[in-house]
């Protein structure tokens, strides 16, 4: 393209990028049929449409403590939830909702032996199932091990852990919140709740230039060659910039016991008395890692593999990042199809 | 073999653009990754928490002098619906369980004549207080 021509172009194009970014916040998301099953005081159980179910073993889909729930049915024809659904599974999943300041006293142990616990046993009884798939991302499948490590002969048939910090000590994260100088105590007692958007914040100065500039100089660039990444972009920026706070407790939790402390991998973290020993782990177990993962370092969650005693144990290492290796546009026909293969062979009665 | 085309001078700069962008995200990432840095977003954070305590702080105590009900006490109430609702939650647990146990029996089939003389032989023959003690415990939620 001529400089001439290139020039022609940029006011239109300097139109639609501020509309693409003004309009982001109207971009649909979740959008999959859905009906809620079951609620306690935030959380909510969904179960989704399905009139082709192929497969016994239900899945229990359960997200971070940090964004939405969303990333698994981000937008039609690149929805994780949409293809499970496509693939015959009986899909669930488990929404934290919108903690604020009366929630202040909401920890782990909370998330673990209450909502998740409570969760399963309402998946159990709505899918007339014994036995359930548990996925998890990020945090939510550190609360996920933390179950099964708890329930080791509970209704957990398998496990899928989705770029999970389990052992972050050498994680950029790690620096910034597991010394001293990162005071969590005077910042779980200012806050309630801690704001989701200083959250995001952090998460994103971890790589400044390529959130800040990079992000936004590919979509301009991208509308000036005349592709239409709208879909694609609001979708995904819509559901970053949608950040639930985090309950404060669960917050200096999460801080201290796995970031300060890493007392996890260390076998010195108990919820409710019970010490959580991840060598409990007896599930069929799937380890999913992202090579160009950040926020949760593949180093990071390789340690589980060697501590759980499961016979069936699968660690799948892919390129991509944190969020981008399953809700990217490459996820549908790369780690989706193993994933699924994976579930297939052990969903079955 | 053909050669590639000279690049246009837009094409030069864009490509200069992107090298540069490319070095700036690496000095970023290296700046971020630094002691220094962590040191000053954990002192930001301190900061901008014990701003919002003080400002709260300030803000409650002018709605609490003007008699108006503020963010506490709505705090302090929620809390206690959520208290309400936990203990709501386990007696519905309960209760369903004691829905699921009635269904079974009912599914399972009549005993035969044979079957209750045993089970009454069974039940005379059983110490009264471990039949009791059986009979008040409460089955743990699941």
């Known amino acids: 393209m001529s400089a001439l021509a290139t020039l022609g172009r940029l006011p239109r194009a300097t139109v639609a990028f501020a509309n693409v970014l003004l309009t982001t916040s109207d971009a649909p998301i979740g959008q999959t049929p859905r009906e809620v099953v079951w609620t306690h005081r935030n959380t909510s159980l969904y179960r989704y449409r399905s009139s082709d179910r192929q497969y016994a073993v239900p899945i229990l889909l359960v997200f971070a403590l940090i964004n939405r729930p969303e990333i698994f049915d981000l937008r039609p024809g690149n929805s994780f939830v949409e293809f499970l659904l496509a693939e015959g599974f009986d899909v669930f999943l488990v929404d934290w909702g919108e903690p604020d300041e009366e929630d202040c006293d909401t920890g782990l142990a909370e998330f673990v032996c209450d ?69 969590v105590d005077l910042i779980a007692d200012s806050y309630g709740a801690i704001p989701g958007g200083g959250i995001d914040s952090a998460n994103k100065l971890m790589k400044p230039i390529t959130n800040y500039v990079t992000t936004y100089r590919r979509l301009f660039q991208a509308i000036l060659d005349g592709k239409d990444p709208r879909e694609a972009y609001q979708a995904m920026a819509k559901w970053v910039a949608d950040n639930p706070a985090f309950p404060a407790r669960a917050y200096r939790e999460w801080i201290t016991w796995i970031y300060k ?33 950040h926020i949760a370092p593949r180093e990071g969650t390789i340690p589980l593999l060697d501590l759980v005693a499961s016979e069936d144990v699968m660690h799948l290492d892919r390129p991509g990042g944190h969020i981008g290796l399953m809700a990217g546009s490459k996820a549908k026909h790369e780690i989706w199809p193993e994933l699924a293969d994976w579930l297939r062979e052990r969903s079955g009665r | ?25 690496k000095a970023g990432e290296r700046l971020v990754g630094s002691q220094g840095f962590a040191s000053l977003l954990g ?35 929620s809390r206690q619906l959520g208290r309400t609702e936990d203990k709501l939650e386990r007696v519905l647990q309960e209760l369903e369980q004691v829905r699921d146990q009635l ?29 009791g003690s059986a009979a008040r415990r409460r089955k743990p939620a699941s």
């Open chain 1, 261 to 293: 402390e890493n007392r996890l991998v260390a076998g010195r973290l108990a919820l409710r008395g019970h010490r959580l020993d991840l060598s409990a782990i007896e599930q069929n177990l799937l380890v999913v890692t992202a090579g160009a993962d």
């Open chain 2, 1 to 25: 073999m053909a050669s590639e085309p000279d690049p246009t001078p837009a094409e030069q700069v864009a490509r200069l653009y992107e090298q540069a962008e490319s070095q700036a995200a």
């Open chain 2, 43 to 77: 002192q930001l954070a301190e900061n901008a928490a014990a701003l919002t305590r003080l400002t709260n702080d300030g803000m409650d105590l002018v709605l609490r002098n003007l008699r108006v009900a503020g963010r506490r006490d709505v705090v302090r109430l």
């Open chain 1, 115 to 183: 909502e998740l616990h409570w969760a399963i046993r309402e998946t159990l009884r709505f899918a007339e199932q014994d036995e359930l798939t548990l996925l998890g991302w990020c945090i939510g499948g550190t609360l996920c091990a933390m179950y099964c490590a708890l329930h080791p002969e509970g209704a957990v048939r398998n496990a899928a852990l989705l770029t999970t910090p389990i052992d972050p000590s050498g994680s950029l994260y790690a620096r910034w919140v597991g010394t001293d100088e990162f005071d």
């Open chain 2, 103 to 131: 269904a079974k029996r009912e599914a399972s089939p009549p005993p035969t004549a044979a079957g209750r003389r045993a089970a009454a032989t069974n039940r005379a023959a059983r110490p009264a207080k471990a039949n």
